[in-house]
């Protein structure tokens, strides 16, 4: 007999894990089967987007920092630059607290379902259904946002972009500079020798 308190901590976060999916999942459905029960196209569009925008919110502000310990966010400073953040919690005392199963659901959703949205763009494309594209690519723009932010989590960008491209551009001066001093001078020669003439 299967024993209920173990079915019950296979997860930890039941309903969260289940609107991870289902928003993602229900705005894949509702673009795929739209056309069986409404002809309008501004119908089917403001329920896509409806579902999509549910979905953004939720997975950047609720399953990723529930399910995978990541977070990620933008703020703009007081002289108006954007700047973009990038958290995990690393700790091994919280590492050991993420349900395996619910990371798995979450990484699973967050990849599959913009490649479902990739296939949808070839066919909006190649079938000339440019109004369909323009939904297409909300959906790629929002889901591929989320991807992004989470993979750069997951891998240790806890800096801003902007710190990240200062970095950049500093290690390339310096490799530029190092390189000038360096390199041997091959300078042209001297052009004040004329040519005398003299055979």
Known sequence: MRDPSKASQKY???????????????????????????DSFITSFVFVVLFLSADFWTVKNISGRL?????????VDDDGKSHWVFESRNSPSYQSRINKHEQRIFWLGLILCPFFWGLFFLMALFGLKFKWLLLVMIAIALNAANLYGYIKCNYGA??????????????????????????????????????????
Do not use: E
Request: hydrophobic share 45%; net charge positive; aromatic share 20%.
């Open 12 to 38: 930890t976060h039941p309903y969260v894990t289940f609107f991870h999916l289902f928003f993602r999942g229900a705005s894949i459905v509702i673009y795929m089967f739209c056309g069986w029960f409404s």
């Open 67 to 75: 399910l995978v310990g990541l977070r990620w966010w933008n703020y």
């Open 158 to 199: 806890s800096k801003d972009l902007n710190s990240a491209a200062t970095d950049f551009m500093k290690t390339q001066l310096f490799k530029n500079a190092f390189d000038i001093m360096t390199k041997p001078n091959t300078a042209a020669p001297p052009t004040n020798v004329r040519p005398t003439g003299v055979v």
